[in-house]
Nanobody, 125 residues
Framework: QVQLVESGGGLVQAGGSLRLSCAAS????????MGWFRQAPGKEREFVAT????????YYAGSVKGRFTISRDNTKNTMSLQMNSLKPEDTAVYYC??????????????????WGQGTQVTVSS
């Protein structure tokens, strides 16, 4: 099993920045792709960004591309999401996720096997 713990959420004004972190423990050698999803009140959980084991294939949702940057450090079993130019519509609970194998569809929730508990990000206007 793999345990994922997110941190770094909080309240920020529009235009500001936050950096989310995800710490993995347990059988972390099982982690292949790692990604971030988010869920706003009353909405479905949606894909934000994902990155391959080697960190060479970051992929972003169109709504965050150019503003968010995903990265990972396999030596420390951590993953981060740098969020810049935040907008009120970025308000959501952000979840860290990891897959055991290379996902056929990188953006689908069912492609990921392990999930964190989530961290709240609130962007005020």
């Amino acid at each position: 099993q793999v345990q994922l713990v997110e941190s770094g959420g909080g309240l920020v004004q529009a235009g500001g920045s936050l950096r989310l972190s995800c710490a993995a423990s347990g059988r972390t050698f099982n982690n292949n792709f790692m990604g971030w999803f988010r869920q706003a009140p009353g909405k479905e959980r949606e894909f934000v960004a994902t990155i391959s084991r080697g960190g060479t294939s970051p992929y972003y949702a169109g709504s965050v591309k150019g503003r968010f940057t995903i990265s990972r450090d396999n030596t420390k079993n951590t993953m981060s999401l740098q969020m810049n130019s935040l907008k009120p519509e970025d308000t959501a609970v952000y979840y860290c996720a990891a897959s055991r194998s290379v996902p056929q569809f990188w953006t689908l929730r069912n492609s990921y096997d392990y999930w964190g508990q989530g961290t709240q990000v609130t962007v005020s206007s």
